[in-house]
């Protein structure tokens, strides 16, 4: 099973996600919501998984209803929809915090980036970021800026919020062999520091030069 | 995280429980659980093995690993060694401690137990908390942790990476003031 969340955690190929069990799309969005609720910064969207995972949800509903109440089997159902619901909503729930605190970065990211580089935000997420920044903005505007010198009234959001902390250090466990990887630069009175990532070793380090290992499944934040 | 989204991860974990009650097989999302029939051992996830032990319908076969023995030679390893001593589950902690909260009556000399479990864990809070001052004295930009559990990594986590945070800046900071005084 460990082979299949791999190759389809390094591949951003959609059509994978059809070959998964329940359970292993379970799997993938605990991890995702382990991984959002430790990094410094706002993760790829995994909006194709938490659909899964809500259709699922609805289904297993539906089933309940269909069947006798006072089972031992339902209420045991609806135990682990319950779980199930509080891992989605604490993942969503993280990322809009992290939203609302790095809107205006992440829309300027959304403007800069290529088309063929994937999107942070999912579409809700990005309307929802849209207009954050646009209320924040016409808030200035009208309860300060307006009475300002004309020369002074624009504001760049963008770059007086700040900006997540990638040096932030983090504690990850190691799924793929890596080799080499740079934990520190090069300074003057180091050497560049690096280290070998084993398969099943557990690490502290800067978040920054993992940041991509994290995003395709090689390692996962503890 | 807080400690009880990693109680939440660790409610994951497998046990066995001999339920007294005759069920079929349970399609849940996250797998299939069963058949139960009365008297036969089968196992469930944790958070499964409570809920069933709360309405009274099974006894919980407690660990291979949860035994006064057992957990007495892990105590006089944990002392012995000079590192962290593998644990015999991830979440061992956490699950001891909901296994002796939930189901006291099937684990033999459950207060021995605990007292020994906690031992354990002191040992191991106090050898990380030397680590730790070791590591900080070394400025080292990356350390090892192998064989620490998630409780573990959460309980000094806050603390740790907040200073280390602040001294990667001052580090990163004051190379940086060198290499302008140098090129002066």
């Known amino acids: 099973m460990d082979d299949l969340l791999n190759v389809s955690g390094v591949s951003n190929d959609d059509s994978d996600e059809e070959h998964l069990t329940a359970a292993q799309v379970l799997e993938k969005l605990e991890q995702a919501w382990m991984n959002e609720r430790l990094s410094p910064n706002l993760m790829e969207c995994k909006s194709q998984i938490v659909e899964i995972m809500l259709e ?30 509080y891992v989605v909503s604490s993942y969503l729930r993280c990322r809009l915090e992290k939203i609302e605190k790095f809107a205006p970065i992440l829309l300027e ?31 200035f505007k009208s309860s300060a800026l307006k009475h300002m010198p004309r020369n002074l009234q624009n504001i760049a959001l963008h770059e007086i919020t700040s900006r997540p902390n ?40 800067r978040y920054q030069p993992i940041e991509q290992l994290v995003e395709n499944g090689a390692v996962s934040l503890i | 995280m807080e400690p009880g989204d990693v109680e939440f991860i660790a409610e994951k974990e497998l046990v ?64 012995a060694s000079e590192f962290f001593t593998e644990l015999p589950n991830p979440h061992f902690c ?23 479990i906690k031992d354990i864990w002191d040992i191991r809070a106090a050898k990380l908390r030397s680590n730790i001052d ?42 940086y003031t060198e290499r302008n005084m140098s090129t002066q």
């Open chain 1, 166 to 205: 990638l040096d932030h250090y983090v504690f990850l466990r190691v799924h793929q062999r890596e080799e080499g990887v740079i934990v520190d630069p090069e300074t003057d009175d180091h050497a560049e520091d690096r280290v070998d990532l084993e398969v099943g070793a557990q690490h502290l380090m």
């Open chain 2, 16 to 79: 066995k429980i001999v339920p007294n009650f005759a069920l079929g097989k349970i399609y849940f999302i996250s797998g299939d659980v069963g058949p139960f029939s009365p008297g036969l051992p089968v196992d469930v996830p944790l958070w499964l093995a409570i809920a069933i032990k709360q309405r009274q319908k099974c006894r919980v076969h407690p660990p291979e690993w949860l035994d006064v023995d057992k957990i007495e030679t892990m105590k006089d390893d944990e002392i």
């Open chain 1, 109 to 139: 990211r959304e403007k800069s980036k290529s088309d063929d580089e994937p999107s942070k935000l999912s579409p809700e997420e990005f309307a929802f970021a849209k207009e954050l920044v646009g209320n924040v903005d016409n808030h």
């Open chain 2, 134 to 175: 070791k590591f900080v004295k070394l400025q080292a930009g990356h350390a090892r942790l192998d064989n620490l559990s998630q409780m573990e990594i959460n309980t000094i986590r806050p603390f740790l990476t907040a200073s280390l945070d602040h001294m990667y800046q001052l580090r990163i900071s004051q190379s």
């Open chain 1, 56 to 85: 699922q949800i609805e289904e297993m509903e539906a089933n309940i209803q269909r069947a006798q109440k006072g089972d031992l089997k339902i209420s045991l159902h609806r135990l682990e929809l319950d779980r199930i619901r």
């Open chain 2, 94 to 116: 956490e699950v001891a401690q909901l296994l002796l909260t939930h189901a006291t009556d099937n684990i033999p000399n459950a207060d021995l137990l605990r007292t020994l």
